[in-house]
């Protein structure tokens, strides 16, 4: 049974940092494009960072120069380092595995950035 599972979210204030892990089992990981998305309240899910097929890593325009992605295949994790975070940042983050055979997204986990 595939696992995808967020964590790492909460409050902080406007300029603060946070780290969400994404963590799957039971699929083969280090086969999957590993990305994180997020929706904000009343708006649609957005792409904010993800792997390309080369292996290197692309941001939406709103978060470059503050987020990083990175992945440890080792302990089948992707991890999401956002510094500088700003209150339009506030959304549900969600990680989201994909192969030619399937896609898998997490339940999310709640960041909120404010005073």
């Known amino acids: 049974q595939v696992q995808v599972v967020e964590s790492g979210g909460g409050l902080v204030q406007p300029g603060g940092s946070l780290r969400l892990s994404c963590t799957m089992s039971?699929?083969?990981?280090?086969?999957?494009?590993m990305g994180w998305y997020r929706q904000a309240p009343g708006k649609e899910r957005e792409n904010v960072a993800g792997f390309t097929r080369g292996g290197s890593a692309n941001y939406a325009d709103s978060v470059k120069g503050r987020f990083t992605i990175s992945r440890d295949n080792a302990v089948n994790t992707v991890y999401l380092q956002m510094n500088s975070l700003k209150p339009e940042d506030t959304a549900v983050y969600y990680c989201k595995a994909s192969r030619w055979d399937g896609i898998y997204w997490g339940k999310g986990t709640l960041v909120t950035v404010s005073d």
């Open positions: 039971g699929i083969a990981f280090s086969s999957y494009f």
